[in-house]
Nanobody, 125 residues
Framework: QVELVESGGGLVQAGDSLRLSCAVS????????WAWFRQPPGKERYFVAG???????KYAPSVQGRFTIARDVARNTMYLQMDSLTSEDTAVYFC???????????????????WGQGTQVTVSS
């Protein structure tokens, strides 16, 4: 069983940076496809960024150039570095795993099999 645990959320001001972590157990990051999603208040869940087992990355247009997804295989942890945060980035952030290793990143949450519990990010303007 794959378990994902997010951490690093909090309350920050617009323009600040924050780094989220997703600690993974039960599967090495060198397999599967991994992603971050977010769910703003009262809205559905959206794709943010993803990384394949071969480290191909994909970003949502709204975060391209501001967010960076990375992984540390030795720590079996995935990260989301978020810079130049705005109030539009306020959401609960989830990490997710697609149990198939692809050469692309799916932006559909229906393709992901395992999910963390989420971590709240609040950006005040």
């Amino acid at each position: 069983q794959v378990e994902l645990v997010e951490s690093g959320g909090g309350l920050v001001q617009a323009g600040d940076s924050l780094r989220l972590s997703c600690a993974v157990s039960g599967r090495t990051l060198k397999t599967y496809t991994w992603a971050w999603f977010r769910q703003p208040p009262g809205k559905e869940r959206y794709f943010v960024a993803g990384i394949t087992s071969s480290t191909i990355t994909k970003y949502a247009p709204s975060v391209q150039g501001r967010f960076t997804i990375a992984r540390d295989v030795a720590r079996n942890t995935m990260y989301l570095q978020m810079d130049s945060l705005t109030s539009e980035d306020t959401a609960v952030y989830f990490c997710a795993a697609d149990r198939y290793s692809h050469n692309y990143v799916s932006a559909s949450d229906r393709d992901y099999d395992f999910w963390g519990q989420g971590t709240q990010v609040t950006v005040s303007s």
